[in-house]
């Protein structure tokens, strides 16, 4: 299996650290951790006994790492060709409106946003 326990974890962490848990925190969590694992590379939490295959659930440093540099690698791919095509439509748009020889005129409507009923009666 590639998850650790709580007990492996909490050797884990003493080892590195240089001081050990609070037994009464190790005790309640034994408890609430009974069916999970930890990662052990990261000691994220799952349960061991997920309807996925546990390799697809557990991603190993090099594949987060991957997936870390195609987030910043995804503006520069994706987002600069995008405004630079937009950039050029819109130039294109620009330059076809210069030619453009119709003079369009607004519409003469004098009774524009008015009641539709004679003014006598607001009285």
Same mark, same amino acid.
């Given at each position: 299996c590639n998850g650790i326990s709580l007990n492996e974890y909490a050797e884990l962490y003493e080892?590195?650290?240089?001081?050990?848990?609070d037994p009464a925190d190790t005790a309640l969590l034994k408890q609430l951790t009974v069916d999970t694992l930890f990662c052990k590379h990261c000691y994220r939490p799952f349960d061991p006994q997920n309807k996925y295959n546990l390799n697809d659930v557990l991603l190993e440093p090099? /594949?987060?790492? #991957?997936e870390l540099i195609s987030i910043y690698l995804f503006p520069l791919t994706v987002w600069l060709p995008l405004l630079?095509?937009?950039?050029?439509?819109?130039a294109l748009? /620009?330059?076809? #409106?210069l030619f453009d020889t119709e003079e369009t005129q607004p519409p003469n409507v004098p009774d524009y946003d008015r009641q539709y009923f004679p003014k006598l009666s607001l009285n």
């Open positions: 080892s590195s650290r240089g001081f050990s848990l090099f /594949w987060a790492l #991957s630079i095509v937009y950039a050029c439509l819109a748009e /620009w330059i076809t #409106s």
